[in-house]
């Protein structure tokens, strides 16, 4: 069984994702206030852990590659470093080019979800590093598989799906998002093509909601204008 899956983000009214291309706050609202508000309400699920691609997790790991010289060859199955109790910080990193040097991002245990295809090196410097593995299918892209797994292996019930937009957009195709937490920062970025909350990757004429509906459960206005809005996901039966 799975965990629940709250897709947590930060946006701009027009829903983009990079604050340094949002508009200042208006005159008396503080900047750094409307930046702690994530923090907080992330804090405020009090979730298992969290999720997010291969690009935020190579920007808050900050490794270097280190190649494991003659590595033997390690069966591709899931592996479980020493946790100690500590939340996870799960990288959805099908390719294996994410490096660590360590089993922890700011305290939370790192768990990999890779592909099939990873060579034999890459899964001996995580293990070196204690870092966790688990594998979604051959390509990388049974996302349900991996996270049923990471639910069984470490006892998971909740977690905060915090990717970028092509991250949200396959969990959201294979409806594994169980509800969207928005924060709407008083500011636009205008800007055709920006990254938005959820960018599907997929053909033309696709529609990675197709046979779900979003219910408003909580709208709440925070300091400095930030609204924050939660959504339930609903599926179509049958």
């Known amino acids: 069984m799975r965990p629940?899956?709250?897709c947590h983000m930060s946006t701009s009214i027009d829903g983009r994702l990079h604050p340094s291309r949002f508009t200042s706050p208006a005159s008396g609202n503080s900047a750094a206030i409307l930046r702690s508000h994530y923090e907080r309400v992330h804090d405020q699920f009090d979730a298992d852990?969290?999720?997010?691609?291969?690009?935020?997790m190579s920007e808050l790991?900050?490794?270097?590659?280190?190649?494991?010289?003659?590595?033997?060859r390690i069966a591709r199955e899931a592996h479980v470093g020493p946790r100690n109790g500590r939340k996870l910080a799960i990288s959805i990193d099908p390719s294996g080019r994410v490096h660590y040097g360590k089993?922890?991002?700011s305290g939370d245990h790192v768990v990999a979800v890779l592909g099939e295809q990873v060579s034999d090196a890459y899964l001996a410097e995580l293990r070196e590093d204690g870092v966790s593995y688990v594998f979604a299918g051959p390509r990388g892209d049974d996302l349900a598989r991996a996270i049923e797994e990471i639910a069984s292996l470490f006892g998971v019930k909740k977690l905060l799906l915090e990717g970028g937009g092509r991250i949200n957009g396959a969990f959201l195709k294979r409806q594994l998002i169980d509800e969207f937490s928005t924060l709407f920062h008083p500011a636009v970025d205008g800007v055709a093509g920006a990254q938005s909350i959820v960018d599907y990757d997929g053909h033309d004429g696709d529609r990675p909601g197709a046979g779900q509906s979003l219910r408003l459960t909580h709208c709440e206005t925070l300091e400095g204008g930030m609204v924050w809005l939660r959504h339930a996901v609903e599926r179509a039966l049958g």
């Open 4 to 6: 629940y899956i709250i």
């Open 49 to 56: 852990g969290w999720i997010v691609g291969r690009r935020t």
């Open 61 to 72: 790991s900050k490794g270097t590659e280190r190649p494991v010289k003659d590595a033997p």
């Open 103 to 105: 089993d922890n991002i």
